[in-house]
């Protein structure tokens, strides 16, 4: 089953566990059933439309998921939920 990073600020919701392992072949479906073990989590990560909220960005086996809530997971995957980083360097002058 994949195991899945417990933000610091979400451990609350999972009794101070820093990792779960959950089942799910998407990041959908992992969200799906972190809810049903920990309720209220689900909240945390995602809005009101079901997608992932767009201040979070998903890490997938070390990699940031340009596919989000859709990206297949395999059994030994490795899900974390990172805040996302936006912006750059700006031109001055």
């Known amino acids: 089953m ?3 990073g417990i933000p610091s600020l ?3 919701l999972t009794q101070g566990q820093e990792k779960v392992t959950v089942p799910g072949e998407t990041v959908r479906q992992v969200i799906a059933n972190l809810e049903q073990r920990y309720p209220g989590i689900q909240r945390r990560l995602c809005d009101e439309d079901g997608r992932l ?3 979070l960005a998903v890490v997938v086996d070390g990699v940031v998921s340009q596919q ?3 990206h ?3 059994e030994t ?3 974390y ?3 996302a980083i936006s912006g750059g360097a700006s031109e001055i002058g």
């Open 81 to 83: 939920f990172m805040p």
């Open 72 to 74: 297949k997971l395999i």
């Open 10 to 12: 979400l451990r609350e």
């Open 68 to 70: 989000r809530m859709r």
């Open 77 to 79: 995957s490795e899900v």
């Open 53 to 55: 909220r767009s201040n």
């Open 2 to 4: 994949p195991i899945v």
